[in-house]
């Protein structure tokens, strides 16, 4: 896969807008998460581009016509807990038929690993578009680590979306998950120490859930 094709930035106006809203830091935690679960709508239509189609024969009020639907088995949604979970809501506005999976992991503050704490899938993931998704890819070390999990599981077919990525995760996926597309809305800027994207947003399920 060349890098045009491992990683899709969705520069549409209504997300860079809509992104820039969010990451400043007087957002409330209300806009915060209105505002992801707006763009999440944007991104999905971009990360379902390549969903296969087939057609079907269907009798409008004028003819019969065959007209095209999804093809084959549910997307399966799978949200990395718990930041996840702002971008979940959104796509299955949009595809209300998939079926939903939680990978539970948070990041330990000193070390940047992931820790592992709940994981729950949907059957035949083999035989489905897997779509996980996280608004923050920083490290890679927590996105690396759920893609391991959904493989062993079965997954073949794997996209991941986010939010914001940095280089050093992107970088990371590629080695880890070659053949793992990421679509985000924007490639931003570097780490910091503690392993903040900068200049980001800060931590994203703190500022959506209004914790600290
Ligand atoms: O690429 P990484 O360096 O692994 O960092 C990204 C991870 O950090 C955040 O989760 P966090 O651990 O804060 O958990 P939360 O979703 O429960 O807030 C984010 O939602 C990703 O899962
Ligand atoms: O900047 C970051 C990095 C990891 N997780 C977040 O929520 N924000
Ligand atoms: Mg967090």
Redesign the pocket.
């Known amino acids: 896969m060349s890098d045009t094709e491992h990683l899709t930035i969705v520069k549409h106006p209504l997300v860079q807008h809509k992104l820039t809203l969010m990451r400043e830091q007087e957002a409330s935690t209300a806009k915060f998460r209105q505002l992801l679960r707006e763009i999440s709508q944007l991104l999905a239509y971009e990360v379902t581009r390549n969903m296969e189609m087939t057609s079907k024969t269907i009798q409008t009020p004028l003819m019969e016509m065959e007209a095209p639907v999804l093809d084959g088995k549910k997307l399966a949604l799978i949200s ?4 996840g979970n702002g971008l979940l809501d959104g796509i299955l506005e949009l595809v209300p038929a998939a079926r939903v999976g939680f990978v539970g ?3 330990d503050e000193e070390t ?1 690993q ?1 820790v592992q704490y709940y994981f729950k899938v949907p059957d035949n993931l083999g035989d489905r578009l897997v779509i996980a998704v ?10 690396v680590a759920a893609i391991d999990l959904l493989k062993q599981a079965g997954a073949t077919n794997i996209r991941f979306l986010c939010l914001l990525a940095a280089p050093e ?1 992107v970088a990371r996926m590629k080695e880890a998950h070659p053949d793992v597309p990421i679509i985000t809305a924007s490639l931003d800027s570097h780490l910091n120490e503690q ?1 903040y994207i900068v200049p980001g947003l800060g ?4 500022r959506m859930f209004g914790t600290k």
Do not use: K
Request: negative net charge; hydrophobic residues 35%.
């Open positions: 990395i807990l718990r930041a992991l948070y990041r940047l992931p996280d608004p923050m890819l920083a490290t890679g070390n927590s996105s995760g392993g931590d994203a399920g703190d």
